[in-house]
C-alpha cells in the first residue's frame, strides 16, 4: 500500500504562485507514475499533470500547460507541482494520486492510490 499526503495548498491572489508537494509513505513511489488532479465545487475532478516513474516524461492538461510543472524527488519519496501565474477558477482541492502503469490514461479511474487532498483559493 502507497499512502500519499499533499501539502502545500493555501491562499493566494491572482497570478501568484504555490508549491504542492505529495508525501509517499509505506512504500517507496519510486516504481509509480504520480499525477495531480484538482476539484472545484459542483464539478468533477480533472486531471492537471503527471510524471513518470523515472521523471523523464510529464503530460499537462492544455489549461495548466507553461505555468504549472510537475517534478519528483524519488530520493524523498515526494512529487511536487508548482504552480505560477494562478487564476480565480483554479480554486479547487488539489489531489496527488499513484499508479504502477499507464501514465498515457489521465482518466482519474485509472490510478489506484490518493492522499486526501490540499485546498488552493485563489483570490481576484
Known amino acids: 500500500q502507497v499512502q500519499l499526503a499533499e501539502s502545500g495548498g493555501g491562499l493566494v491572489q491572482a497570478g501568484g504562485s504555490l508549491r504542492l508537494s505529495c508525501a509517499a509513505s509505506g512504500r517507496t513511489i519510486i516504481f509509480y507514475h504520480v499525477g495531480w488532479f484538482r476539484q472545484a465545487p459542483g464539478k468533477e475532478r480533472e486531471f492537471v499533470a503527471a510524471i513518470s516513474w523515472n521523471a523523464r516524461t510529464t503530460n499537462y492538461a492544455d489549461s495548466v500547460k507553461g505555468r504549472f510543472t510537475i517534478s519528483r524527488d524519488n530520493g524523498k519519496n515526494t512529487v511536487y507541482l508548482q504552480m505560477n501565474s494562478l487564476k480565480p477558477e483554479e480554486t479547487a482541492i488539489y489531489f496527488c494520486?499513484?499508479?504502477?502503469?499507464?501514465?498515457?490514461?489521465?482518466?482519474?479511474?485509472?490510478?489506484?492510490?490518493w492522499g486526501q487532498g490540499t485546498q488552493v483559493t485563489v483570490s481576484s
Open positions: 494520486a499513484a499508479k504502477r502503469s499507464g501514465l498515457e490514461d489521465i482518466g482519474d479511474s485509472s490510478y489506484n492510490y
